[in-house]
């Protein structure tokens, strides 16, 4: 159910871009308090997949505050930050990339407009999933690469019963204590309980139209980056 701080699961776009916007001010320090810090080699992992290089032109869609924006920029490639969130890319300002405010699922750039696409943790949040895949599907060039991380599901079953109590009970308890909003953060618990595992996520991205899909785990699981390429 949605209340005036989180949306429901039904990721209204109003109500989620309003959540983002009330914990934009706190939103990187208390990501990196609830992964243990992990969620800064979750974006040099991103990275590393999207294999970049110099000539190459990347979106880096619901980008938030860009902060991972600029780790892909260290490839020396051109990033793009994207995102519905006013309030993130504001949080985001002093970060030297350029930003676009853009919707998942009506992209604001031409077709083939992108050498590689990534999104991370943003996927979760789109009202109409598909529709996105097929708006990223619809700005890569041929050949284009997409990479998705995204929170997934634990391999090993006692290690994801541990994670699951962690998302619905300790989460929401540590982020009272760094999050501007932790009303979000129950929200981001059930969404993440709420989402495909990798194989589900993956069968998404071969229906929107991309080859060669396969995934790699992260931390056991909690987060999977899937990668596809653009025919």
């Not at 962690?166 to 981001?188: D, E, G, W």
Request: hydrophobic content about 45%.
């Amino acid at each position: 159910m949605a209340t005036p701080d989180r949306a429901s699961l039904d990721k209204d776009p109003a109500e989620v871009a309003a959540m983002f916007d009330g914990v934009a001010k706190r939103y990187d320090i208390t990501n990196t308090v609830l992964s243990f810090a992990q969620d800064r080699r979750w974006r040099k992992a991103t990275r590393k997949a999207l294999a970049l290089t110099r000539n190459d032109v990347v979106l880096d869609l619901a980008a938030g505050t860009a902060v991972s924006t600029v780790e892909l920029a260290t490839s020396g490639a051109t990033c793009v930050a994207a995102d519905f969130s006013l309030g993130m890319l504001k949080a985001g300002a002093e970060r030297n990339v350029p930003k676009v405010a853009a919707d998942a699922m009506a992209l604001p750039f031409a077709d083939g407009s992108f050498d590689a696409a990534t999104i991370s943790f943003g996927l979760r949040n789109v009202h109409d999933v598909p529709t996105a895949l097929a708006e990223l599907h619809r700005v890569l060039k041929p050949g284009g690469r997409l990479v998705i991380c995204e929170f997934s599901t634990p391999t090993l079953r006692p290690f994801r019963t541990v994670y699951m109590e962690y998302l619905m009970k300790a989460l929401p308890a540590v982020a009272t204590k760094v999050s501007s909003n932790p009303a979000a953060y129950v929200y981001l618990a059930e969404s993440i309980r709420a989402w495909p595992d990798q194989f589900g996520l993956g069968d998404l991205i071969r229906d929107a139209g991309f080859t060669d899909v396969r995934w790699q785990n992260l931390t056991g699981g909690i987060a999977a980056i899937h990668s596809g390429i653009r025919v």
